[in-house]
């Protein structure tokens, strides 16, 4: 009867083995994070500006569009496209706008001006940092063998492993902190910058933080002021500048990286509204009249907060007059948050958008997980290393119960077959050898080198240090130095596959040097330009060096240019 049943219980263990090989480890770790974070896992909240949308307008929808529907509120998509619902002419223009009072209406609540780019806060930064932790395969792995450990199955302490999974995760946690917090110090910092709102009830501006500016405030960006920055601190819609003619110019680097200055071009009703009769010293600057602000009332008309950056379609009322406001790259009305203004006194503007619902807030996204080449590849060759430590354990476990099992090992007095353990029951070999699977895993669980992950997390942070230390890729011109402000992309610094560049000039610095110029057949200049030099060269002739500029000089954007 023994070799009779031998082949079937050989059989049982190898198809009992084969199944704990390539569903356990899965199972397991899925199943210890939904049960030890489920608060990580959840839907992102989604914040829509408050649009009542008349249902009975709405064009009839046909089946699939209604099972189109429900997928979509099923997979919580954050809005509906325009093909989802077409636009009809019976639509209410109010469902896509917004009406922006001066003064300001208090019944009416936008978004504050307050900005948030850090990831964590202090409730929720546990939870959700080891929720992003786990998604590194070795961590899940460890976290299992370590509760194995714990249980009676495990010829060693629980300790032995608990220590390193946990020196990781801690090591890891501080990194993530850190570099949080910098991004929360960076918030503070432009959340606290000045800026001039106009208060009605004294008549005059004066100055508070960035964060307090509201939808409907006058704001006046100066440029010149120690204390009050040339940054706009929100999407703002132009009123009136400090030139004659109602224009200012703006730089907008921060929004798409050029450099040249935009222009904007104040209304010319309310311009001259508001401002007095040029300076008779100039000619060419005015002053605000306060007076003639502090009794201004009018009302924007304007879309809804996106994401188009120069897309600005909006219509002022103001003494029964409609005044049309456009956007645009130059042009128009609209200054946005974070631009710079540049050769302009002044400008005075009412706010339309402030905080997450201001043009370049809407381009930014959360802070990505960022996980490195070397990252990937470690799960993908950790993977390997489970299907060998699989393949281990289940040739042990079909070892221990197939001895278990043996005739000449119930017949061993010396042994002790009647006193059973976990490891060793003559009565039930089956349960014997599945039970010895885990045993086996936690022996040989070190096949996966936990240590590997410390040693990566200390290069990671000894290159962030000498990046951050390097003197020869600091900038002496803007005093700045390199900063490594993610340590989890350290490793791929060099490793570039492919360059999109749009013009020359963005990969290289344009800088325009004087050489020479001619004025009325008098050359001017010392040195020698590309173009003589090139000439020379044809001819076999050597040119000699052109002498060292004196110090103090300066270069100026722009191409290489001979004059």
């Keep these: 009867m023994a070799g009779s049943s031998l082949p079937t219980l050989f059989s049982e263990i190898v198809f009992l083995g084969v199944c704990l090989c390539v569903h356990l480890p899965c199972c397991a770790g899925l199943l210890v994070l939904f049960v030890m974070f489920p608060g990580a896992i959840q839907k992102p909240e989604v914040k829509y500006s408050e649009v009542v949308i008349d249902r009975s307008q709405m064009p009839k929808q046909t089946v699939f569009e209604k099972a189109a529907g429900a997928m979509k509120s099923n997979f919580s998509l954050p809005s509906f496209t325009s093909k989802d619902y077409p636009a009809t002419a019976d639509d209410s223009e109010a469902n896509d706008r917004r009406e922006v009072e001066c003064p300001p209406d208090p019944h009416k609540h936008f978004e504050s001006n307050y900005v948030k780019t850090n990831k964590y806060t202090v409730l929720t930064f546990l939870p959700l940092n080891l929720f992003l932790q786990f998604h590194r395969l070795a961590n899940c792995y460890f976290l299992v063998i370590a509760i194995l450990a714990s249980t009676p199955l495990s010829p060693v302490t629980g ?94 680097a921060n929004l798409d990286g050029e450099t040249n200055l935009k222009i904007r071009e104040a209304p010319e009703v309310l311009h001259k509204h508001l401002v007095g009769e040029p300076h008779q010293a100039d000619g060419h600057s005015v002053d605000c009249k306060l007076e003639k602000l502090k009794a201004l009332k009018m009302k924007i008309n304007c879309h809804i907060p996106d994401a188009l950056l120069y897309d600005f379609n909006a219509r002022a009322e103001w003494e029964g007059q409609d005044i049309p406001l456009s956007g645009g790259a130059s042009g128009g009305q609209l200054m946005q948050r974070s631009t710079k203004l540049k050769n302009t006194k002044w400008c005075i503007g009412l706010a339309v958008y402030t905080g997450k619902e201001t043009k370049i807030q809407m381009n930014m996204t959360d802070p990505p997980n960022k996980v490195s080449n070397i990252e990937r590849k470690l799960n993908v060759f950790i993977v390997g290393i489970l299907m060998i430590l699989g393949l281990l354990c289940l040739i042990g476990a079909i070892g221990a119960g197939t001895m278990n099992n043996s005739t000449d090992l119930k017949g061993a007095w010396y042994l002790s077959p009647q006193n059973t353990s976990i490891s060793f029951n003559v009565q039930k070999p089956g349960t014997t050898g599945f039970l010895a699977f885990f045993t086996f895993l936690i022996l040989l669980s070190l096949l996966v080198p936990i240590s590997l992950y410390v040693s990566v997390e200390m290069v990671k942070l000894v290159i962030s240090i000498l990046i951050s230390s390097d003197r020869e890729m600091y900038s002496e011109e803007d005093d700045i130095p390199s900063k490594a402000r993610s340590l989890g992309l350290c490793e791929e610094l060099g490793q570039i596959n492919y360059i999109f560049s749009d013009k020359t000039g963005t990969l290289t610095q344009n800088l325009m040097e004087f050489k020479k110029c001619s004025i009325g057949g008098v050359e001017y200049g010392q040195g020698f330009c590309e173009v003589e030099r090139a000439i020379a060269r044809r001819q076999g002739r050597e040119l000699p060096e052109d002498p060292i500029p004196p110090p103090g000089s300066q270069r100026s954007s722009g191409m290489l240019a001979c004059l």
């Design 159 to 252: 300790t032995t492993y608990w220590f390193p999974l946990i020196s990781v995760l801690a090591i890891s946690a501080i990194k993530d902190a850190s570099e949080d917090y910098r991004r929360y110090k960076s918030d503070i910092e432009e959340n606290s910058r000045v800026t001039e709102v106009f208060n009605s009830d004294t008549g005059d501006f004066e100055q508070v933080p960035w964060k307090e500016v509201t939808v409907g405030s006058i704001v006046r960006v100066k440029t010149g002021d120690e204390v009050c920055t040339p940054m706009v601190p929100a999407d703002l819609s132009l009123l009136c500048t400090s030139a004659v003619d109602g224009t200012c110019f703006l730089e907008t």
